[in-house]
């Protein structure tokens, strides 16, 4: 029988993460403060984060950094994640492409959300912070939080969009559970949430409006900072230990991929499995290509433009340059709640502008198809979010099937399933639908960025 699974030992398992930025042919514009539009330096960035965090995000010239010892140890209780060859998935495409997924759905968090979690809440710890806040949408990413926070001994307060609380109340009892505060926002806690529910009472919120909420929370709380799960470039980097383990592992499996895929929010899990191999394509002449699926109710990288536009709804973070649908955008209540998000991290942002990267956008109803058919055929529920990259994994594995092209596919299984089955439930009933937006919304919505 050939093998399957590809593991690594404790003692394989990367000790430093890559930092893309370094090696990139042309670097992100630098972010800019909201109110000058000069540009930051990372001291600019200390009263919201984590000051090492502050330096990573602006860091060009270092391509790799040392995971701190307490993190590697943290990482060590659930990595390295597993390397999977999806022979059954194969065999129901009939594709002669060989499709191999890594999965970060193994740890107690259920996603690779984890991996940063741990990071900044160690950087927190170490600095001194006693409480950190954050927001979340379908609760990956506040559940990892909340993990982190106590593990390092941080209290956690965590704005959990208003329509994914009710969609996915487990993530917030998880929360809870780890000891963090959870609040739907829009909520009446922050001058920002005041504002939403006044201009519109049943607005269920976003991504941007509570990471809003959370920054308004940490600057005008002492001793606090405020986390992030996706977008910033820091976020990517320790995401990266995802890529740097599969690297190790598709040696083993004796392959190397010539298509890399992940679902895409704000970037972290594509960043973490892609930039590791996609350096190979900067310095040792690799033509890997590189996908990132995102949902076609929310299409930044497809259909957005490159502006300089807010992190958040409420105009409070810098002005990152990046892919947008403007930061006002509300995307429709898709399932995959950690997608919902207007903008695209600067680095991928920058790596599509300059074509060494592609995007595919995936219909919801298109992404449960795959989820299903992953489901029935691999034994694992993806996450909603995850099942965009198995839908565009599908797409490949059948188009080399029709050129007849024997090629070998990655794709990050992002996180699994089982807190999201009400909106599987919702897919076998027949009640989920497709939300295309239209040029118009769009063109509209980008008048409000602002003039840089
Ligand atoms: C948050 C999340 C995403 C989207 O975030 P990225 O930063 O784009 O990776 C994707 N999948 C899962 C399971 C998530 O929790």
Known sequence: MPQK???????????????VQA?????????????THQPLKAEDLYPIFAEECSRQELNQTDAWIDIPEEVLDKYKSYRATPLVRAYDLEKALDTPAHIYFKNESTNPLGSHKVNSALAQAYYCKREGVKNVTTETGAGQWGAALAYAARTFGLEAAVYQVKISMQ?????SMMMRTFGATVEGSPSMSTRAGKDLITQNPAYSGSLGSAISEAIELATTT?????????VLSHVTLHQTIIGLEAEKQMQQAGEYPDTVIACFGGGSNFGG???PFMRHNFNDGRTTEFIAAEPESCPKLTRGEFRYDFGDESGYTPLLPMYTLGHNFHPANIHAGGLRYHGAGTIVSQLIKDRLMTAVDIPQTEAFRAALLFARTEGIIPAPESSHAIAATVREALKAKEAGQQKVILFNLS???????????????????DYKVSDTEIARNLQDVPQV
């Not at 699974?5 to 930092?19: G, K, V």
């Not at 969609?167 to 993530?171: A, H, I, N, V």
């Not at 002492?222 to 996706?230: F, R």
């Not at 996180?415 to 639908?433: C, E, R």
Request: with cysteine; charged share 20%; hydrophobic share 30%.
């Open 273 to 275: 499995v892609a930039f």
């Open 167 to 171: 969609q996915k109340p487990y993530r």
């Open 23 to 35: 090696e990139m042919p042309n670097k992100p514009l630098p972010p800019l403060h909201p109110g």
């Open 5 to 19: 699974r590809f593991l690594l030992q404790e003692s394989e398992i990367p000790t430093r993460w890559y930092n």
């Open 222 to 230: 002492p001793d606090c900072k405020y986390t992030l799960g996706s």
């Open 415 to 433: 996180g699994h399933g089982l807190i999201d089955m009400t909106a599987y439930d919702a897919y076998l009933s027949g009640d989920l639908q």
